[in-house]
């Protein structure tokens, strides 16, 4: 079959519309980011090692719901498939209380532990770090995190060693420092 100019000029526009359209839908679709970050916005004394850190601060939520003020310890997955997971926490060395003051804070000792868990499983490490050597007078930033997959409904928490003063907010940055966690979507299983 041959076309005609005028039939050829039409089917080119309209493969070139939709070429557009094409592009214009996958640009939105990759240009949507589905995470959260989460912080707390005071410096506070952890007690618990068994306890989970808990959130007051939602940095950014987008795509889905994640955290849920009623249970403020944990992220929950959304959907199935596989995420960036990562915390980051400051802890104030020996020398500094609540206050960011010297020597009234941490007690001494040389080790910390932060981990992110699973499912509130003990034994189920998502990613986990090991800071030694603590100077009484810093403060001590660490992170951990990996990739991993999960299933809808599944959550996250972080725990750190019992007994020390989490710093929260430096200066100017709302919480978004320490401690911090957050998950964002990168695909599916």
Known sequence: MRLT?????AAGLFLF????????????MH?????????????RLHTEYSEPVTFNVVEFESGADFFDENQPDRLTVPMTGC?????QITVLGSGYNLSGLEFTGN???????????KNGDPTDWVAADYLS???PRSALLNHTGSVECF????YIQLFVTGNRVIESNW?????SVSPVLYMVYIGSL
């Open 31 to 43: 240009d949507k980011t589905i995470g959260v970050k989460i912080s707390h916005d005071a410096n």
């Open 107 to 117: 007690p001494p000792s040389r080790d910390y532990i932060i981990e992110i868990k």
């Open 133 to 135: 050597d603590e100077n």
């Open 151 to 154: 299933e809808e409904g599944d």
């Open 17 to 28: 519309v939709v070429s557009i359209a094409f592009s214009s839908l996958t640009t939105l």
């Open 83 to 87: 995420y960036h997971v990562q915390a």
């Open 171 to 175: 200066p100017g940055t709302r919480g």
């Open 5 to 9: 100019p005028r039939q050829t000029m």
